[in-house]
């Protein structure tokens, strides 16, 4: 098994950006549509309470144009409902009327990114959402950074303490295989320590870590042989998909610990959903495995 997400994840399509339009005139909800269902996967809704209940459903989008004029609620209104959840959304209003105090309002406290008034060009339109759609993604990498940071941060004191405590080595396991549940977000987390490539008894286990498949996953063995991470985005495709499925686990990443040119460990993070492994992501998991070496060093 190769280090990497499977052929067939790679082969995909990237999924189409997410965008919820809302506008309380049919004809008007379909031009929008038609106008943008072959760049993005556009979402529909003729009231600001619908197009509230839709995120509620389906989640963040990243861009939201929505009509001014509606009954029973404003579209600076609907969108200032949406700002705590999804501040990260870029929202755009549709409006025929002057509204300016209330949009003016909206643009000031950071609720609107535009507006465009009725009739609208829509290649014009089109541009503007484009531009919204990349200042989202922007924004959203950004905050993914600042996550990243903030929890390799927190990982990296918490290994820090572990080393610190210099207790033996089986509680040392223990306290790690925690450590990591907790920081990486996994829905459990085994370590076990390796001698001359045989993996040792799996004694550190966090959360729901499932540590019988641990010696038979070819996985593991690969990653010691090549000391690299092996990654699973999704079990159902892997040669012991039903041991893993009988396990609940449903993605899975080994991480080999090298110090000093040898594999002294490996850490099998596991999740109760398939995965899509981002850089940063696998990054983190190698930071992970390097503060191991040094964390194990200190009980050894």
């Known amino acids: ?14 999924p189409k950006t997410r965008m919820l339009v809302v506008d ?20 529909r809704a003729e ?44 929202r755009i209003i549709l409006t ?25 060009d829509p290649e014009a339109l089109k541009q503007v959402v484009q531009r919204a759609a990349d200042t989202y993604e922007i924004l959203k990498q950004r905050g993914d950074a600042m996550q990243q940071a903030q929890v390799q941060q927190d990982l990296v004191l918490s290994l820090t303490d572990i080393a610190q405590k210099g207790e033996a080595l089986a509680p040392t396991l223990t306290a790690i295989a925690e450590a990591l549940n907790t920081n990486l977000s996994t829905g459990g987390c085994v370590v076990a320590t390796v001698t001359d490539d045989q993996v040792g008894d799996p004694v550190g286990v966090g959360g729901q870590g499932n540590a019988v498949l641990l010696k ?19 079990t159902a495709t892997a040669e012991t ?9 449903h993605a899975h990443s080994v991480i080999p610990v090298v110090f ?8 099998s993070c596991q999740w109760p959903k398939a995965q899509i492994f981002a850089e940063g992501q696998l990054s983190l998991l190698t930071l992970a495995a390097r503060q191991v070496g040094l964390t194990l060093t200190c009980c050894s």
Do not use: C, H
Request: hydrophobic residues 40%.
């Open 1 to 14: 098994m190769s280090a990497s997400t499977p052929r067939s994840a790679r082969t995909r399509k990237p």
């Open 47 to 90: 009231s600001g309470q619908e197009a509230l209940n839709i995120l509620s459903e389906q989640g963040e989008v990243a861009v939201i144009i929505s009509d001014q004029r509606m009954p029973e609620m404003k579209g600076t209104e609907f969108l200032s409902k949406t700002v705590p959840e999804f501040p990260d959304t870029v």
């Open 24 to 43: 309380d005139e049919p004809d008007n909800l379909d031009l929008l549509y038609r106008t943008f269902r072959r760049d993005f996967l556009v979402l």
């Open 96 to 120: 025929g009327f002057t509204d300016v105090e209330d949009l003016v309002d909206a643009i000031n406290a950071g609720q609107v990114y535009r507006y465009i008034t009725k009739p609208w």
């Open 216 to 234: 038979d996953d070819p996985m593991v063995a690969t990653a010691i042989a090549q000391r690299t991470p092996q990654t699973l985005a999704d």
């Open 241 to 249: 998909a039903e041991a893993y499925q009988g396990a609940g686990i």
């Open 260 to 267: 000093r040119d040898v594999v002294v460990a490996v850490i």
